[in-house]
């Protein structure tokens, strides 16, 4: 009866949809590129380096004093190496220079790290292999480079391994090209050339100390008290806390709280219009229950009970919403699909939670908005029905 009251008024029904379907839509499409979001920004982090823990000179980022502090030393990095939680440590110097081969020649950040550091960090190489434990004990002139200064300073075609590479006025030896990485804040411009620390600190910048050192804990093993066994070793070793930690699951959470916000605020915006949509079920039900009041008089004249009436209609109304959500989510998986297609930087994922949820919004607001003309219709008298004929 339901089914057949709204193919009767095609025109009405849909009109009467249009507004959940636009509701559904906007709420399917948020959550989605929320979601796609928050996990391309995760995917970013990741791959920076997972359970990793920075640590600085100072007393935080900021801090006017941190070049001043010359506390951090290999010897620190070795004595948190021996810690049970940690899978990997690095030590980590920068100095800038100007690279150069034959007639081309690029500004380069030079970062000077320990035999661990592609695996701290997660890097991935795409030629040749990376200096080892050997190589960081004898000052080895050995570079690891990225793809932005093999592209700079070699031709496209050119096999860069075993090549010399002048950094300033040292010459170093290229024995890997990183792999290019893909990120939500677009690709990196700059050149980036790796040495040994000890060759950074004893051929370029004479210094005796470290600018950072980044420690990658085990998987499984908790990030805070790491942290505070590594604040603790290093207190101890220095007299003071001259220094500071940063964890990347503090990063993490963030971004995930701070999306999840987002989202949410956009989501309840969204269903402003699902609300909307309500409303025009509402006010559509009690038109139908107008025109059909003569139809409602010969049911309850017939045996029909005030909850059959109810029951009818409100069946209806759900129809209704549900049909319209369906829709909804049918043309925001489409809409999706067309913005994946065209708009490669945004990532779209579609959770079947999210969809759940869309249709259960769509169901309620049927049973919400539709009661109160389910309910005027099933009080009507039978005889002031008939008289209506």
Request: aromatic residues 6%.
């Amino acid at each position: 009866m339901a089914l057949h009251a709204m193919a009767a008024h095609r025109m009405r029904t849909l009109l009467t949809m249009l507004g959940i379907i636009i509701g559904i839509v906007s709420v399917v499409l948020v959550n989605a590129l929320g979601e796609g979001s928050k996990r391309q920004i995760l995917s970013d982090i990741s791959a920076m380096g997972t359970n990793t823990i920075d640590i600085y000179p100072g007393s935080g980022f900021g801090d006017r004093r941190a070049d001043a502090v010359r506390s951090l030393r290999a010897p620190d990095a070795d004595a948190i190496a021996r810690l049970a939680f940690v899978h990997g440590v690095t030590p980590q110097v920068q100095a800038q220079a100007t690279a150069r081969r034959g007639n081309a020649e690029k500004s380069a950040s030079i970062q000077g790290v320990g035999e661990q550091f592609f695996e701290v960090r997660g890097q991935t190489l795409a030629e040749g292999v990376r200096f080892d434990h050997d190589a960081v004990q004898r000052l080895a002139l050995d570079a690891v480079i990225d793809a932005n200064a093999r592209k700079a300073l070699f031709a496209p075609h050119e096999n860069p391994l075993g090549q010399i590479v002048l950094l300033g006025k040292v010459p170093v030896r290229v024995i890997g090209v990183t792999a290019p990485r893909k990120s939500l804040f677009g690709p990196a411009e700059g050149v980036t050339v790796w040495l040994p620390y000890t060759t950074v600190m004893g051929r370029l910048t004479g210094t005796q100390t470290l600018q950072s050192i980044t420690v990658r804990v085990r998987d499984g093993a908790p990030m805070k008290a790491a942290e505070d066994e590594i604040t603790a070793l290093l207190t101890v070793r220095h007299g003071a806390k001259d220094f500071f930690t940063h964890n990347s699951d503090s990063v993490r959470a963030t971004v995930e709280k701070t999306t999840f916000v987002l989202q949410l605020f956009i989501s309840s915006i969204a269903v402003i219009a699902l609300v909307v949509g309500g409303i025009g079920v509402m006010n559509i039900m009690l038109v139908s229950v107008t025109e059909r009041t003569p139809e409602i008089g010969i049911r309850m004249a017939v045996g029909a009970r005030q909850g059959d009436i109810l029951q009818q209609f409100l069946i209806e109304a759900v129809f209704v919403c549900l049909l319209g959500g369906l829709l909804g989510i049918a043309l925001a998986l489409g809409l999706g699909w067309v913005i994946q297609l065209f708009v490669k930087q945004f990532q779209i994922v579609f959770s079947a939670g999210a969809i759940g949820l869309a249709v259960l919004c769509s169901t309620l607001i049927g049973l919400g908005f539709g009661f109160w003309p389910a309910r005027n219709a099933a009080q009507l008298n039978p005889v002031e029905a008939l008289a209506r004929q």
